[in-house]
């Protein structure tokens, strides 16, 4: 189990490669464009070329980087990868809603054609077509990703249409960047052109083809389901015909249940259970929407399927001299896990939790964490928003002044901070800890939701 995890660190590549390597990528168009023809025309023209250049390299890397590849996401973790593709995406939208305006400005004679003054930006009708779908389409994507929770439908259907408007967006974008471009029809650029493509496709290929097919590969099914709290449940999974998963204490895998492994129906929950437990896997899972809501009504034996593992929030290789957990609601449960690990590894370290819920329906495995208190260093404390009369814990939201209160000790003598929640919590968090002068290397965290 464990010379697996292993290999997976290695297959992970650091955050600093990636950012370098997009870097790389997304400028070589505009190099090879000057390089190869040279900027001859008004700044405001060549700036429009570059960042339409750069656009497109981004559109087509955005396939590989919301992909989920743990070369990737193992590296920088997963919420960061999806939230580096949501930042990218805004800032590729911003620079293609300038690309035509520039073209707009007194310079923008360059574009004149003698024969056909009509023309628009100098533009054929074809490349007119595909440079607007292309812009509105890359508008409606990005700002329908950042309402996706008030739109009226399902994550699954706006994930599907969110696949397929990419996949046509980027086909609009390469025709219109290959019939109008300056520097595009060059057989250097198309070269280029064609490798992000191949890149991109072969992203989409991997993600809907041959991950599910591998997935199916390796069955699961649901051993036990149950009800430990308000709203709240318990599932294990046994693997079916297979040794189970090669996982690190913390980290989360997507799960499709009781449905066919090529299903779009995938969501993402931290293993709660530690890899010492054995192959089963437990998972603790708060309703939510739809689908969490259907959980406690799925028959003992149903067939499921693990995607995973995925997340960076482990423990292992960590040297600190303390732990400082602090988990929100179902953010309990990848340091349940971690805490699982921690004693049957037999860990000396002092170990703190934070764990906030609204009330006291809400916590999540009460008895098990007492049990562990008295077997690990553990200073565990529940903080609840709506507190019962006569409760001795903490009160309250987990504001940056609780964290800063319970953290200040644990700050100084440099222990690793670990955070897991909904994204509001994670937030305050960070800026608790930020305040206390924590460096950004000791706090490791999993959002529930990305914004
Ligand atoms: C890394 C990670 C680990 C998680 N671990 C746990 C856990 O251990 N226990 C737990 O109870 N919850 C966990 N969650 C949250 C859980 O995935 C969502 O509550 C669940 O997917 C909601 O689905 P729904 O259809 O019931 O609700 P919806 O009402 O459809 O969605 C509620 C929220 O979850 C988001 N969401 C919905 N579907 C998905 C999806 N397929 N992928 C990503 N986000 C989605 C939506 O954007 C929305 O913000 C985790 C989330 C992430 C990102």
Known sequence: MIGCAHAERCSALPALVILTAYALLIVLPVALGWWLIGPARPWLDEASSAIALMATAALLLEFLLSGRFRVISGGIGMDRSLRWHQMFAQILTLAALLHPLFYLTPSGAAFQRPDDPGAVLGLDAA????????????GLLTLTAIRRDDLPFKYEVWRISHGLGAALLAGLVLHHAIAAGRYSGMPALMAYWAFLLAIALGSLFAIYLIRPW?????????????????????LTLEPDGHAGLSYRAGQFAWLRLNCSAFSPREHPFSIAAAPSDGAALRFLIKEAGD???????????????VDGPHGALYLEGRREPG?????????????????????????????????????????????????????LRLDLHHVLQEPPPGWAGLAGMMTPELIQAE??????????????????MIRAAHQGLRALGVPRRRILEERFSVF
């Open 127 to 138: 490349s007119l077509i595909t440079g607007t779908l292309a812009w509105l389409l890359l």
């Open 214 to 234: 591998r997935l199916a590969c390796r069955p699961w099914r649901i051993a036990a389901l149950e009800r430990v709290g308000d709203r709240l449940w318990s």
């Open 291 to 305: 689908f969490t809501r259907q959980i406690g009504g799925l028959p003992i034996g149903a067939r499921a399927f």
């Open 323 to 375: 732990i400082f957990m602090i988990a929100g609601g179902a953010g309990l449960a990848p340091m349940l896990s971690m805490l699982r690990e921690a004693a049957a590894r037999g860990e000396t370290r002092p170990i703190k939790l934070l764990y906030g819920n609204r009330h006291e329906g809400q916590i999540m495995a009460a008895a098990e964490l007492a049990a562990l208190a008295e077997r």
């Open 407 to 424: 953290a200040t000790r644990a700050a100084a003598e440099g222990w690793i901070f670990l955070l897991c929640g909904p994204g509001p």
